[in-house]
């Protein structure tokens, strides 16, 4: 069936762009006015690309049709239907029909039209580049040249919602400290700047030495307000620099690498990101896709910078001969776990299985090593905010303590 793009206004007088598929021209006018909305313009979408060209702008959103959440789910049901023996025109239809709102209907529709005129799946996906990353439509490429189109899309669905469940424990493990440290800060800042003060007030004329505790209170409390505008001001822009200057590729690898030596954090980076290539590199090899090809995608999902290079030199060592694992052992940043498991997977024919036992594992002791640290962090970050509250109760305390004794 014919495809068309159209521009057309809602009840409330928007704008709203998409695609229809009808059979002709006045009967997509008809299905449009069916949905109370008045058609405005209604253009034909030819194939090749023009068609994906078209379709793209037609749904050139301000923000993604599939949040991470969504796309795994979509994910999901599609393999399942097309594991199911549904062809993946049908398929399409069906997930077209059930779309949560209108903008992911027009995506599925666009799809379902490219695949109609001839296209493949996995070239119909990159025409939105904003929608499926680049290893998404390879594997799904790899799994139509394969013909295990369903069992490929099972993968990448696990693969999606367990890198979603990884970030989702990682977030929560630092959302608590998190609040804890912005809490303690606006009530220290409140304390310094309106409640100290008033102590000044109370005691300024007094020709008696007040205690050294208050003095250091006051002191600070008068620079915050006379300098804490500025001071501001100098953070906000030593972070605009340190943003400017991570867009230089030497800079952002040098300061990923410095990143990596940190105590805590950074033995987390290193597991976070060898644990996110080690399961990208296993879906893209269980898939099929090629290793030099799959090693390239893998890289390129890796964060650190300096990681990535890492990864991108072993890829040169893999394509002049090296074994897989002999090249991940030369880089001291990947976690031996993972060089040892690769090497156990080239012994025994079972690479992709292995790789994936290994992003497993990291993945796990990356939880595992996120919440020690936040159950560490909690309580130390209260006895902080403890002991800031206490020394500036105690400046308030003393100067009122030592004025009862001169009474006396």
């Known amino acids: 069936m014919p495809a068309y793009a159209f521009e057309a206004l809602d009840a409330e007088g928007a704008t709203q762009k998409g695609v229809i598929e009808a ?103 990159s025409r939105f580049p904003r929608e499926f990353s680049d290893i998404y439509v390879a594997v799904v490429g790899a799994g139509e040249q394969s013909g295990h189109l369903g069992v490929v899309l099972e993968r990448l669905a696990d693969d999606l919602e367990e890198r979603q469940a990884l970030n989702a424990k990682l977030m929560a493990a630092t959302l608590y400290p998190a609040i804890v440290t912005v809490a303690a800060l606006v009530i220290v800042l409140l304390l310094m700047t309106y409640v100290v003060p008033q102590v000044a007030n109370v ?130 940043r990947f976690p031996g776990l993972l060089g040892m498991f690769a090497r156990l997977g080239e012994q025994t024919g079972q690479l992709p299985s292995m790789l994936q036992r290994a992003a497993k594992q990291l993945s796990q002791e990356v939880q595992r090593r996120a919440l020690q640290l936040a159950t560490l962090l909690e309580p130390l970050l209260i006895v902080a905010m403890g002991l800031v509250v206490m020394l500036i109760v105690l400046a308030v305390l003393l100067p009122i303590i030592q004025l009862n004794q001169w009474v006396r």
Do not use: C
């Not at 903008?103 to 070239?123: M, P, Y």
């Not at 999902?301 to 890492?310: V, W």
């Open 203 to 332: 005691f300024a004329g007094s020709k008696r030495a007040l205690p050294l505790l208050t003095v250091v209170m006051l002191a600070f409390s008068a620079f915050l307000r006379s300098w804490g505008i500025a001071l501001l001001l100098v953070l906000a822009a030593a972070f605009a620099m340190l943003r400017l200057s991570l867009r230089n590729r030497a800079f952002r690898e040098r300061f990923d690498a410095g990143w990596l030596t940190l105590p805590l954090v950074g033995r987390l980076s290193r597991g976070y990101n060898a644990a996110r290539f080690a399961g990208t590199l296993a879906m893209l090899a269980g898939a099929g896709v090629p290793i030099l090809k799959a090693l390239q995608a893998a890289a390129e999902t890796l964060g650190n910078r300096a990681m990535r290079a890492d990864a991108l030199d072993a890829l040169v060592l893999v394509r002049e001969g090296a074994p897989l694992a002999s090249a991940l052992a030369q880089k001291k």
């Open 23 to 125: 059979d002709t021209a006045r009967a997509a006018r008809g299905l449009l006015r069916g949905r109370a909305l008045v058609p405005l313009a209604v253009k034909p979408v030819s194939s090749g690309e023009t068609r994906g060209e078209a379709v793209a702008s037609a749904l050139s959103l301000r923000r993604a049709v599939f949040n991470s959440t969504g796309l795994a789910i979509w994910t999901r049901q599609l393999a399942g239907l097309v594991g199911s023996g549904l062809t993946l025109e049908r398929a399409l239809t069906a997930l077209a029909d059930e779309a949560e709102n209108e903008q992911q209907h027009h995506l599925i529709a666009a799809l379902r039209a490219e695949v109609n005129a001839g296209s493949s799946f996995a070239k119909a996906l």
